[in-house]
């Protein structure tokens, strides 16, 4: 295995416990952690599909960012930020927010994180991976 196979390895795993603590959180209705784990997952997520394709990842907590990256291999990419340029904000908002601000987050926050990341996921799904090098930047 080579090393870059070994880190797209460990991304997908770390964002994978990511996304099960934020599930848990949830659950335990602890939902500032929640929001958070929620957007450290799908940004680990969107990462490991990147170096998995590209080879390298923008060193950016940016969801909207990391997700442009996907435009040139998924054109719904595009018209997916644009319908929910809201909701992806605040789920980059929790990266700060979550630890350091007086604003608590809600179920109904952390319930749409879940969502966001599941539609998300659901867009990139089938070409995370996909062999396909290509510059970053030039999405």
């Given at each position: 295995?080579?090393?870059?196979?070994?880190?797209?390895?460990?991304?997908?795993?770390?964002?994978?416990?990511?996304?099960?603590?934020?599930?848990?959180?949830?659950?335990?209705?602890?939902?500032?952690?929640?929001?958070?784990?929620?957007?450290?997952?799908?940004?680990?997520?969107?990462?490991?599909?990147?170096?998995?394709?590209?080879?390298?990842?923008?060193?950016?907590?940016?969801?909207?960012?990391?997700?442009?990256?996907?435009?040139?291999?998924?054109?719904?990419?595009?018209?997916?930020?644009?319908?929910?340029?809201?909701?992806?904000?605040?789920?980059?908002?929790?990266?700060?927010?979550?630890?350091?601000?007086?604003?608590?987050?809600?179920?109904?926050d952390a319930a749409d994180a879940a969502k966001l990341c599941g539609e998300v996921m659901r867009l990139i799904g089938g070409r995370k991976g996909a062999g396909r090098r290509r510059r970053l930047g030039k999405a």
């Amino acid at each position: 295995m080579s090393a870059a196979t070994k880190e797209v390895e460990e991304l997908k795993r770390k964002a994978g416990e990511f996304l099960e603590g934020a599930k848990r959180a949830l659950d335990s209705r602890q939902f500032d952690l929640s929001c958070f784990l929620y957007e450290q997952g799908l940004q680990l997520t969107l990462k490991s599909g990147l170096l998995a394709e590209a080879g390298d990842f923008p060193r950016t907590h940016s969801l909207r960012g990391l997700l442009a990256e996907f435009r040139e291999d998924v054109p719904a990419v595009e018209g997916f930020v644009r319908r929910n340029r809201a909701r992806i904000s605040s789920l980059e908002d929790a990266y700060v927010m979550a630890r350091y601000s007086e604003k608590g987050y809600t179920e109904a926050d952390a319930a749409d994180a879940a969502k966001l990341c599941g539609e998300v996921m659901r867009l990139i799904g089938g070409r995370k991976g996909a062999g396909r090098r290509r510059r970053l930047g030039k999405a």
